[in-house]
């Protein structure tokens, strides 16, 4: 089958673009985008940056992101906000991570096209990402650059994901030296940003592992308790709290479960959210987590109920508005903050949590057994 | 603090509702869903009710679920379509199977309003899912039972989510006989039916494990690499393969990965699915995994070339169309199939994938050093 | 140039489904419709069947219709309800009339596919809606017989759009008799109910009025004045007001801005709508009017502050959601009620508009000169 | 009723934002936005700017505006196309000049929320759209300057939308001079843009029109065959002809009719557009004709079915996507053009598409009278 995916593959190759902080476009923002969703951006940029970024708030700022923003280039956006301190933690769909391996091992991705014959691609071996075009042998090379680094790096037992990505980013900086300008798994391992996955075997990264312990009896495995434990460890520290969802799916509800978490689950009255920036095109009118605002969070004790202002949805594909959002922040006066290193931090704040959930535990009331089932309202 | 939340939750009680198989809705669907998206919906029950249940394809049918579909009713239909062996395995959002949990327990949940004031419902103790309410007890007694099970089964070791929802639906059944008629998690263990979920620590399920890990020294833990391993098992397994994906996220791609897993990391020609039935709202224009339509998984190897006649999409709330679809299978000469009981043949479907998967390793040239890094395009 | 259109017309023939009023679909929606927008469109049917048809309440119900309704078949849920009284008057897109008058000629249209090459489709003279498909020599016949019936009838000088609608309806029954039941604008004529366009021009009938003056030197002419002047009128002169908006559009703003109308213009203080129920897939978000929700609109009198309970909103494709809420009503105790014949009693209604305006004009205070630009706010 | 609007009206007042050609949002767009929709609005940049505006192209471009434009600021960007000749004329809902007057007349509209209680602000005079919003007394003197417009310029007869806009803009530039740099309406007067309205009586201005005829016994009335005509008459005598579509709605179809009505009605062989850019969040899954594509548009001779590279649809906001685009546009090379002055060649225009219909006819077969009911299928 002599393929042929150079037709297709002619578009300008895809790079991580990097916001710059342009003051022409903080000038749009600031007065051109005065109602409705580009009012929404406004907004969000100004929660951004007047609050979250302010020095004396000190907020701890986690990033979420899901849909294919690494394949689209919007990982220089990412790297950007993690060196300047911007973004302190990150939940992304594996996805978005194993694609952002690509850019790190430079293989190139093309510009192309929606409209094409998949037929046609599928038989000529290109694979398409929406309009985003590469050929089938960039997944089956990183596939085999990660299985090799299981074995290189005799990785084995319960880990987290934020382990697993940084050791990768930390892999991939020795043996492809200045990836990391063009990979957010890299940067993030250099600047000590931790990453988590919420569905750790739902991408080409969890794929490979379950091959290394079925065929190479690789004891490697994704722990999530531990994933849950920290994320709520490092929400549990912060000053205030507050998030950047870009899209939503399973990553926007890990990242808003940690309060709910510490109330529900260990008793550790934290409060919700002090900040909460979406940026998603779903909508709240078909039920969906992604599409829940933050005022159904309040009822959830997500989100703080006295902070329902400094909450914005702004309703947009993120391709346009964060890559905007993004150079607001870099150009503004909060454009530098200095780094939390979580990813060094987590052992500690993990002891911090388990310290504070057993004094929760021994200070709430024993329960009777009478209370195994309450007095609940049942219909049957 | 003296909540009320009764003044919220006068609302009739949300109840699983079961398809009966109306002819007069297959009449509607036959002959008033001519165009448009009651079209695709028509389209939906017939490539459903002729193809894939149809006796000589002998479909192995997967039912994905994204979406508070449980906290609305739907579980109901569910429950049905694995009694009658339409569905052969699950893959879930972790919310869905834990709020079914509420309805197995006989905690009511209550019809609502979206438009509510969430602050005030905070206030009273009132959780909001949409339009759905119930007190913030049951969560907690929910939580509650979950932990409670942990210890008093002694859950141990890292097991897969599917060992995890099977444990907990027999022991829903043996401490609340008749539970499994108003219980997914119940009803799929009685019927053998594997439910996976592919993001284990996102959900009060998951937040529990992970409490039980860090407060009780449990060693209970999901691994992922077994739910992968078993879901392209089965699907490796199946004569013809087919999928129902009601929203999409996160369960949609754990599905549908499963054919590349074995293509591109097990080297196993399996080809993609035969059937494709998607009902979601989100769009393709969006970009994100949810939307993308069974034309681009084409390029993937996710779905068959040759079968783009055997897909739909149907763009409508799952509230509305899932029923329907529902009552038009129920109702067809296909309405019944023998169980699969998958759940109980997992261990011979895992050694058949790695007998396969050793196989196909043995036929593959050894690559050479030098293909370490193979000719692919660079632009840096 | 042999074209050949049949290859694409092999697809079933689009025909009007008449709803009979299932109690199989009222069981569904009573239990099975519980949340979300399944939900809504429980709501939605009890709203106008419980309240709307209550015969104390003697609602004015008008229908605007937007979207390509007619091509996808559901011209036959419009005729039932105003065979039985169910809708008083309609505003309609041009389009969906247009195509309704393939219908009353008998030519057919067919069930197809969205996903056609329409160069090709182009080329062999098929026309595509969507997924319907006809021959282009549909239109041309149809535009023939549209020019025809202004010569044979020799319409002249400036009418209503529900003059013309009614004119046509007659002519249309009188040449192809039995065709009322398979055309919305003929069994409007019979059944006395006025169809009013919001954008006269903008459709092939406006196109083929316009050709008429062009070329023929006729007079003919939509006067948009007396339009919005009737639709005041008959809204005026309602005992209470609802709507059933499919869809949303010119149609939509086109019925609710009678309210503003009365009390920003006429000065009669009528108050707004008592009852709004609106099947839709545009979102509030986006801003525009198709989906503003009934809340924004009281804001502008448009929906009566005290009645927000009795208004919503359902998410949906009206091809799904409007046979389901027909077979609702039809079947409900309040399937019928007596016609009330509005297109024969315009002038009198207009008569009564014009007395009430000139009274509410007596009465107003004459504004002084200095008034001509009052006291607001300029920020220039 | 002491009525107190100050309360919600403390936003900054809302402008005419004029975009300035920035050299920083051209680098954006061209190495920022790669894909997906930010992929989708730079190809809508290059195919505006590389070839709609190239000089040898001469193209005749259309810009169509549905959706709340001018209350969310977006006024400034229509007046900068319009004085640099980048837009010919434009097609417009009634809605958006009806508040482009607000400005024009110096009234202030003010940054809002769409979360504010419409009751409350309706007992305090206070209009929403969306999250614009202004005191209740801004419509009613808007209105009484627009029926005063009507008396004092004796205002009588049929006449088109394009001289009503006319009249009133130079009205306005009258007795408010300089108005014209806050006014779509008075600048597009200056700059002989003719701007012509699709739903004439769908809006505040043909209330008062209507209005006018009621109560004064005015006989000024709106032409809709004129505006059909004029605006055949102006796409037949492109050399070239493109749209940019802002939403999509009435505006949109009345647009693209030109080309049907051309060769449909008129049996002039003109072809369809060459260039068709929309901004619009629309889905053409849900069959209407705001969200049917440029491909659809090609079955009905609206675009010519071999440009489709030189069509895009870009899925956003447009009050985030225009501004970028007018910057873009306007910083380009091809930043200024000739003004084609079409409202001052409407007569010869329309005399021309005369005398190519006549032709066209006089060179069809006429039609024996067996024609009249042609061999179309037929399944009733």
Known sequence: MPKNPQRYLGGRPIGYYRPRGSQ????????????????????????????????????TIGLTVAGALTPAGLGGCVIELMDRGLVDFIISTGANLYHDLHYALNFTLHRGSPFLDDVELYEQGVIRIYDVLFPATVLLETDKYIRDFFVR???????TTAELHYRLGH????????????SVVASAAKFDVPIYTSSPGDSSIGMNIAYHELMNGGTLMIDPNRDVNEVCAIILAGNKNG?????????????????????????IPKGGNDYFIQITTDQVVWGGLSGATPSEAVSWGKVNPGVLPDTVVTYADSTIAFP?????????????????????????????????????ARNRPQPEAADMMPDLERHR
Chains 1, 2, 3, 4 share one sequence.
């Not at 790096?153 to 880990?159: C, F, N, Y």
């Not at 939503?248 to 978490?261: A, E, M, R, V, W």
């Not at 530098?336 to 504070?356: G, M, S």
Request: proline share 3%; with cysteine; net charge negative.
């Open 243 to 267: 998030c950047v969802i870009l899209g939503g799916g399973s990553p926007k509800n890990f990242y808003l479960q940690g309060q709910p978490t510490l109330w529900e689950v260990y008793g």
């Open 324 to 360: 905007l959002f993004c150079e607001y922040a870099v150009g503004s006066e909060h454009g530098t903050r200095a780094r939390k290193n979580l990813y060094l931090k987590r052992d500690q704040l993990l002891a911090d949590l388990k310290r504070q959930a057993t004094e929760a």
């Open 171 to 182: 892999d991939l900086m020795k043996r492809f030296p200045g990836c990391e300008d063009h």
């Open 153 to 159: 790096e005799k990785l084995s037992g319960a880990i």
């Open 24 to 59: 022409d476009i903080r000038h749009l923002v600031e007065h051109g985008f005065q109602a409705f969703n580009a009012g929404r951006l406004s907004e969000a940029c100004h929660i951004f940056t007047d609050k979250m970024l302010a020095p004396e708030n000190d907020t």
